[in-house]
């Protein structure tokens, strides 16, 4: 005679458990007629990808363009005494125009500058030329002249954001939570 084991109080007999299947799914739907798509092959010429057109960028609309002569003029040869400030890309100068309009002159520095061709510096200046916001300083023009690339701001007299948020002074104690947060 067999004995059955007896079941420890933990353990559950699976023996008499019924398993239920799920039945199995529908068949697919049948394919849809394809329409007859012609694949023409293009060649590809070793000689038609050495020297693709190369497309000059288009001067930008509304920047003007200075010179280094003239930038040097209106900021007294990049003083100390002009510098409003340094940052990741380059110095900021205040610079005077004759006409006494006061602008902004970004500086790149040389190590940021040499990563970059002219080409790309123009294309750089035309997206950055689109931009329109009341709450971005919009750029006046640009400068690529001996190996030098500048780019030419309105000045903001209240300086910037960040001076606004973080500085020191009384202007940064009017701003509450909720005038930052607007």
């Known amino acids: 005679?067999?004995?059955?084991?007896?079941?420890?109080?933990?353990?559950?007999?699976?023996?008499?458990?019924y398993v239920f299947s799920m039945p199995s799914p529908p068949?697919?739907?049948?394919?849809?007629?394809?329409?007859?798509?012609?694949?023409?092959p293009t060649l590809f010429h070793k000689e038609a990808n050495i020297n693709p057109p190369k497309k000059s960028p288009v001067p930008p609309t509304f920047a003007k363009t200075f010179t280094i002569a003239s930038l040097q003029q209106c900021t007294n040869s990049f003083s100390q005494d002009n510098l409003i400030?340094?940052?990741?890309?380059?110095?900021?100068y205040r610079a005077e125009l004759p006409d006494g309009k006061i602008l902004a002159v970004k500086k790149l520095d040389?190590?940021?500058?040499?990563?970059?061709?002219?080409?790309?510096?123009l294309e750089l200046i035309n997206s950055i030329d689109r931009i329109r916001h009341p709450n971005i300083a919009e750029l006046i023009g640009y400068c690529a002249e001996h190996g030098q690339r500048l780019l030419i701001y309105e000045y903001c007299i209240n300086g910037s954001l960040e001076d606004a948020l973080h500085s020191d002074d009384e202007f940064k104690t009017r701003l509450s939570w909720n005038s930052r947060y607007k």
Request: hydrophobic content about 35%.
């Open 1 to 17: 005679m067999e004995t059955i084991p007896k079941l420890l109080e933990h353990e559950i007999d699976m023996s008499s458990l």
């Open 27 to 40: 068949p697919p739907p049948p394919p849809l007629p394809v329409e007859r798509v012609i694949v023409e």
């Open 85 to 92: 400030g340094l940052g990741m890309l380059g110095s900021v």
């Open 110 to 121: 040389k190590r940021v500058s040499d990563h970059q061709t002219d080409d790309e510096f």
